[in-house]
């Protein structure tokens, strides 16, 4: 087997290795941002839930112009 260096009274492996869908599945991409806030901004984003919030915000945002863009494509 390429890659293990089998020793001579030693059976060969037939377990292991890579396989087509093992693994921890695969998430997006993300990039990290960073934005300046004040002491009382930061404070008021980290009750608000922080970077979970955040991508909350931002995903319903997104959902909410693509619905627009719809509506203006199919009526």
């Known amino acids: 087997m390429p890659g ?3 020793l001579p009274n030693e059976k060969p492996v037939k377990h292991g290795g890579s396989r087509v ?10 990039k ?3 934005i300046r806030l004040t002491d009382d901004q930061y404070h008021h984003y980290q009750q ?6 955040i991508k909350r915000l931002i ?3 997104l959902a909410a112009s693509e619905k ?4 203006r494509l199919f009526d």
């Open 68 to 71: 627009v863009l719809e509506k």
């Open 32 to 34: 990290p941002y960073s």
């Open 21 to 30: 869908g093992a693994g921890r599945p695969q998430k997006p991409a993300t």
């Open 59 to 61: 995903d319903a945002s």
């Open 48 to 53: 608000l839930g922080g970077a979970a919030w």
């Open 4 to 6: 293990r260096l089998e």
